[in-house]
């Protein structure tokens, strides 16, 4: 069963950045596509970013585009979140996310998510 554990979140002040982190472990890592969403208090889960299996296309919400920037390292099972500029409106709790399909994105219901990291930016 695929397990992901997220890392790096914290509390910054506006304008400051963080790097957040995604390891994989229980299957072959290279082939499907990951991901960020987040959930602020009171509002329901939103899309942050997502990379293909091949690490060649991004896409991010609009809220973060220019801010935010989506990698990974096939070679450790690892992909980042990498937040410049933070605003007070993105704090929230993160959730990685990986595709259970093989050269698939993320955004079905058969994601699997981790338990989430808390990043909150002081204003």
């Known amino acids: 069963q695929v397990h992901l554990v997220e890392s790096g979140g914290g509390l910054v002040q506006a304008g400051g950045s963080l790097r957040l982190s995604c390891a994989a472990s229980?299957?072959?890592?290279?082939?499907?596509?990951m991901g960020w969403f987040r959930q602020a208090p009171g509002k329901e889960r939103e899309f942050v970013a997502a990379?293909?299996?091949?690490?060649?296309?991004?896409s991010y919400a609009n809220s973060v585009k220019g801010r935010f920037t989506i990698s990974r390292d096939n070679a450790k099972n690892t992909v980042y979140l990498q937040m410049h500029n933070l605003k007070p409106e993105d704090t929230a709790v993160y959730y990685c996310?990986?595709?259970?399909?093989?050269?698939?994105?993320?955004?079905?219901?058969?994601?699997?998510w981790g338990q989430g990291t808390q990043v909150t930016v002081s204003s």
């Open positions: 996310a990986t595709s259970t399909r093989r050269y698939s994105s993320i955004g079905s219901t058969d994601d699997i």
């Open positions: 229980g299957r072959t890592f290279s082939s499907y596509g």
């Open positions: 990379i293909t299996w091949g690490a060649g296309s991004t």
